[in-house]
């Protein structure tokens, strides 16, 4: 399935996008025959357990010409074009990113790699849907970049997992577009002539560049494992205005999902609708040559044939 949120009568609401219609969850269970309706919100949706129900419940509607034009009719069913798509989770608790999680990335910043996955928490303030506008705060940083990422969002409760218990855990698969901006981040302060602690202070405590709001684009949808069952083999791409310029697989990531998990749940207890991220590969903006970075009009799109494309403008405040 492709869990979505999606914006209706000035509610956002939990649904389920079924070829060029949006199900909408609250409605679908009395319509196939269940007593009880599902929660209509993604969080709650994924802590209820019954993701196994849902797909059942779509699978019906998606064989039933005649269910599904019932539920077009009442609303239930919403054309995909008038849907407007937000973040499938809109305000997850956390949002855990991996850092160097890649190769070819540790490469090209001439960064050594870690024997263990290394992260940072990214506010969920930042999170915006897979097609809003990433807006360039007035502070006006001028080195705002891309990091496409592959990411999970749990399913149920989990705390010190085994990396053979941590994909149990997962609901299932989305993208997030890391957009972070440089010269707030340790390394590029020291060069504004900061003292070295206060470099340390600004940019690695708190990862001040990655927290803007709309800097966490994530969509479009949740894949749920059913549908996408090896997130080791994932394809990865991140296009700036037309010309691709991260392209990856998940394969090639030095931890595995199951790993990264494990290790970050030493620390977390992960609750449903909490989102981590599994890091960049090579391709962003500060590494080429020369530097090349986000401005008004550029157009971003982190894409995955089996996830779906967040496309998103870049405007200016």
Same mark, same amino acid.
Request: with cysteine; aromatic share 6%.
């Given at each position: 399935?492709?869990?979505?949120?999606?914006?209706?009568?000035?509610?956002?609401?939990?649904? $389920? #996008?079924?070829?060029?219609?949006? /199900?909408?969850?609250? %409605?679908?269970? =009395? !319509?196939?025959?269940? @007593? &009880?309706?599902?929660?209509?919100?993604?969080?709650?949706?994924?802590?209820?357990?019954?993701?196994?129900?849902?797909?059942?419940?779509?699978?019906? $509607? #998606?064989?039933?010409?005649?269910? /599904?034009?019932?539920? %077009?009719?009442? =609303? !239930?069913?919403?054309? @995909? &074009?008038?849907?407007?798509?937000?973040?499938?989770?809109?305000?997850?608790?956390?949002?855990?990113?991996?850092?160097?999680?890649?190769?070819?990335?540790?490469?090209?910043?001439?960064?050594?790699?870690?024997?263990?996955?290394?992260?940072?928490?990214?506010?969920?303030? &930042?999170?915006?849907?897979?097609?809003?506008?990433?807006?360039?705060?007035?502070?006006?940083?001028?080195?705002?970049?891309?990091?496409?990422?592959?990411?999970?969002?749990?399913?149920?409760?989990?705390?010190?997992?085994?990396?053979?218990?941590?994909?149990?855990?997962? &609901?299932?698969?989305?993208?997030?577009?890391?957009?972070?901006?440089?010269?707030?981040?340790?390394?590029?302060?020291?060069?504004?002539?900061?003292?070295?602690?206060?470099?340390?202070?600004?940019?690695?405590?708190?990862?001040?560049?990655?927290?803007?709001?709309?800097?966490?684009?994530?969509?479009?949808?949740?894949?749920?494992?059913?549908?996408?069952?090896?997130?080791?083999?994932?394809?990865?791409?991140?296009?700036?205005?037309?010309?691709?310029?991260?392209?990856?697989?998940?394969?090639?990531?030095?931890?595995?999902?199951?790993?990264?998990?494990?290790?970050?749940?030493?620390?977390?207890?992960?609750?449903?609708?909490?989102?981590?991220?599994?890091?960049?590969?090579?391709?962003?903006?500060?590494?080429?040559?020369?530097?090349?970075?986000?401005?008004?009009?550029?157009?971003?799109?982190?894409?995955?044939?089996?996830?779906?494309?967040?496309?998103?403008?870049?405007?200016?405040?």
């Amino acid at each position: 399935m492709k869990l979505v949120s999606f914006e209706k009568e000035q509610a956002t609401r939990a649904g $389920v #996008a079924l070829k060029d219609v949006v /199900l909408d969850v609250t %409605r679908l269970q =009395g !319509a196939t025959g269940g @007593a &009880a309706a599902f929660p209509g919100e993604m969080k709650a949706l994924l802590a209820s357990g019954r993701l196994a129900e849902l797909k059942q419940a779509v699978d019906r $509607v #998606a064989g039933d010409a005649a269910l /599904l034009a019932e539920l %077009r009719r009442t =609303g !239930a069913a919403v054309a @995909a &074009a008038e849907v407007r798509l937000v973040a499938p989770v809109p305000n997850p608790g956390l949002v855990l990113s991996s850092g160097g999680a890649y190769r070819d990335h540790l490469s090209e910043m001439a960064v050594q790699s870690h024997r263990d996955p290394i992260g940072f928490i990214k506010g969920s303030s &930042a999170v915006c849907g897979p097609h809003d506008a990433i807006v360039l705060p007035s502070t006006a940083p001028d080195m705002v970049d891309w990091e496409g990422e592959f990411a999970c969002v749990i399913g149920r409760t989990c705390f010190e997992v085994s990396p053979e218990e941590a994909l149990d855990c997962v &609901a299932g698969y989305t993208l997030i577009n890391d957009v972070s901006a440089r010269d707030w981040m340790l390394g590029f302060l020291g060069a504004k002539g900061e003292a070295p602690l206060d470099v340390y202070i600004k940019g690695s405590m708190n990862v001040l560049g990655k927290q803007y709001p709309t800097f966490c684009p994530m969509g479009p949808c949740i894949v749920t494992k059913d549908e996408l069952r090896d997130p080791g083999n994932v394809d990865l791409s991140t296009i700036v205005n037309g010309e691709v310029m991260q392209s990856a697989n998940t394969r090639d990531l030095i931890h595995g999902l199951g790993q990264t998990l494990s290790y970050f749940s030493r620390w977390f207890r992960f609750q449903p609708g909490d989102v981590i991220s599994t890091g960049t590969p090579a391709g962003i903006g500060f590494a080429r040559k020369p530097p090349r970075f986000l401005r008004p009009g550029d157009v971003v799109e982190v894409r995955s044939e089996q996830i779906g494309s967040l496309r998103n403008v870049v405007a200016g405040r």
